[in-house]
């Protein structure tokens, strides 16, 4: 029976939901690459939130893993560690088979088999093992071992996870094949989590990587879930630290820490210590840290400056006076702290009143790093909203004026953003002038955004479906370093 008319037919209502929001990059995590194998060239990057994660994968001597600890020292503490794998010398091919459940890791169901069988194919030879027996074994290790030994030169190891079989060559011609039934004997190829529809995908061997095309990979496959980066790693001559900072350099989209156990740091007449050739490049986007304690202090610093929320208020820092747990204190004579600031040279230093700060905070340029870091999260803050405004809008946003005010709103709200958390602060504008702007000119709300009228745009720009040219006047807030006080007596 009819429930009558449907209503649709004298009013048709419908929704019709935007996209989600386009996300940022992040910019409160740090990358730590490493040559350590606990991470294959496949999956290249892991990401860590506690130190105990960092060594559950690692352990606790592995370079990674000393990085790790001064940066999650850090107070307040980062929520966030990515660890990235540099082939460091050329790498095995290996098969990592899928995560094991707990019923799948009783050992009863493994001593059940004594006469296990599979084939795998290793460096283009088929490896056909058969007869395995697993009756004796006490544990997931004894499993992988029995199956070592049948390999004769490929290794099966247990990682408390899941099985890895690793080939015995490196370089490219080293693989390993997904694991298959033989057709005799029990099929424990599954059991083991190593067939195609279990395992992750094979890993074929590489040859040995320089650092700077081990971040070139990384800036290229993951550029936008980190900001800071640096290696774990104390063999990278000055030449290939050197190399890493110019590949930043031109990316302008992270900052390469780097740190300089070199003596020659100290030495006013040393012209070849790394943050000597950094400075004479006038690098921004790296920064060096002197450490006679610590080959990982870069660590420290990144830990700090990437805890920065730039949706709070008044929360940008500047890293001059922070501190750096973890991080012995270095004992400067004022000859040396003055070669290391005419170097560009951050230092922990301690200071006569028992305290002990970073100082200087400051790029190869001379730019402070709190300065360019949060120069690339305005930029990327007003790209990422102006992309969302035209991404989400439901029809268009037209090639007219109220069509750019509706970007230089956006713009302005993001300015906004830069002087609610303290990137950006009224003052005056001592530069060349545009729009209505002149030089000398007070910037009451700490910024200016300047859209020309669309009469102005030519023909050719119009038909491109181009919008006018924006400008944006910024007036950093700055931080203060130093006090100079006159005191006047009279008696």
Known sequence: MSNGLPVSRL?????????????????????????????????????YGTIDAVAADFGTTAPEYLAALLYFQQT???????????????TSGSLRGAALTAAQKEIAAWQAVTAGSFKVT???????????????????????????TALTGATCVWNGTQFVITSP?????????YATPTGSGTD????????SGLASAPVDGIVAETPEAAVAIFLNRFANRFLGL????????????????????????????ATSQEPQALDSTSTADLASTLKALGLKYSFVQYSSSSPYAAASMFGRLLTTDFNANNSTITLMYKQEPGIVPESLTSSQADTLQAKRCNVFVAYNNDTAIIQ????????FIDSVYNSIWFQNRVQTDVYNLLYQSPTKIPQTDAGNALIAATIEAACDAAVNNGYLAPGVWNSGGFGALKQGDTLA???YVYAPPIALQSQADREARKSVSFQVAAKEAGAIHSVDILVNVNR
Request: hydrophobic share 45%; no cysteine; net charge neutral.
């Open 122 to 148: 290793i460096d283009a030879t088929v490896k056909t093992l058969s007869a395995l027996n697993f009756s004796t074994a006490t544990n997931l290790n004894n499993v992988a071992s029995i199956i070592t």
């Open 445 to 447: 709300k700490g910024y």
């Open 188 to 195: 424990i190829s599954a059991m083991l989590g190593l067939t």
């Open 360 to 367: 200087y905070g400051v790029t190869p340029s001379g730019i």
């Open 230 to 257: 640096m290696f774990a790693d104390t063999s990278l001559t000055n030449a290939q630290h050197t190399a890493v900072a110019n590949l930043v350099e031109a990316d302008q989209r992270h900052i390469y820490g």
């Open 76 to 90: 307040p503490q980062p929520s966030q560690l990515y660890l990235g794998r540099w082939a460091k010398t050329a």
């Open 169 to 177: 060559t490196t370089g490219v011609a080293s693989k390993v094949s």
């Open 11 to 47: 009013i048709d209502v419908t929704i019709n939901m935007s996209p989600l929001a386009a996300q940022g990059a992040n910019l409160n995590t740090a990358l730590i690459l490493g040559a350590s194998a606990v991470i294959d060239t496949g999956e290249r990057m892991r990401s």
